[in-house]
């Protein structure tokens, strides 16, 4: 089954404690991309990766790091997460940059 | 002013009846994307469209390019189509998704 893999799906962690949130693809999409999701502010995209090693910000990148060293992972690292990242978050990935998107399932987290 | 505006924020309709969601939007695009948020939170991917309209089974989507303006239309509603509705917009320069706020759709039986 076509999918994209976010892992964990909720996740409560300590402000400071790096954490990875993984993302994998089983499409071969060359496009993979982070958001973030906050009640008022709708979906914002934090890190966004064209092919393998090209990767780029989104408008919410501070706090955040990505790595695309193959094509089916796009991992979204926060090295020293705070309270002011908590959120739901998607990962994505498409064929190409104009067609259509595949969302993993969501990852809920919270710092605390 | 958002580059992405939709309306409604809120719907509410009857079982049956024909709903329209509208988007606007304010750049060039090169893609327009409509996507459904289901209650449990996860997305999928109606449309994309860059012209013209597309159609999928009671869903239809329809664009503008000149009025910068979308139309997400749903025939026959059902309560299962209860969900948030989103507009997103690839600018025509840059490779980064704009996103509206959002629709939040309620079909009562």
């Known amino acids: 089954e076509a999918q994209v893999t976010q892992n964990p799906r909720y996740l409560i962690t300590v402000t400071g404690k790096k954490l990875t949130v993984t993302c994998s693809q089983n499409?071969?999409?060359?496009?993979m991309s982070w958001y973030r999701q906050d009640p008022g502010l709708g979906l914002r995209q934090i890190y966004y990766?064209?092919?393998?090693?090209?990767?780029d910000k989104g408008d919410v990148p501070e706090g955040y790091k990505v790595s695309r060293k193959e094509k089916r992972n796009f991992p979204l690292i926060l090295e020293s997460p705070s309270p002011n990242q908590t959120s739901l978050y998607f990962c994505?990935?498409?064929?190409?940059?104009?067609?259509?998107?595949?969302f993993g399932s969501g990852t809920r987290l919270t710092v605390v | 002013k958002n580059e992405v505006e939709q309306s409604p924020q809120n719907l509410t309709a009857q079982e049956g009846e024909f709903i329209t969601i509208n988007c606007s939007y304010s750049?060039?695009?090169?893609?327009l994307h409509w996507l459904q948020q289901h209650p449990g939170g996860g997305i999928v991917s109606l449309f994309m469209?860059?012209?013209g309209k597309k159609k999928h089974g009671r869903l239809i989507a329809t664009i503008n390019i000149q009025e910068k303006h979308s139309s997400l239309h749903i025939t026959a509603s059902h309560p299962r189509d209860s969900a948030v509705y989103i507009c997103?917009?690839?600018?025509?320069?840059?490779?980064?998704?704009?996103f509206g706020e959002g629709t939040q759709l309620t079909v009562n039986p």
């Open positions: 994505a990935s498409s064929r190409q940059l104009n067609y259509g998107y595949t």
């Open positions: 499409m071969n999409h060359e496009y």
């Open positions: 990766s064209m092919n393998v090693e090209v990767t």
């Open positions: 750049v060039g695009i090169s893609a």
């Open positions: 469209l860059s012209s």
């Open positions: 997103a917009v690839k600018p025509a320069s840059g490779s980064r998704l704009t």
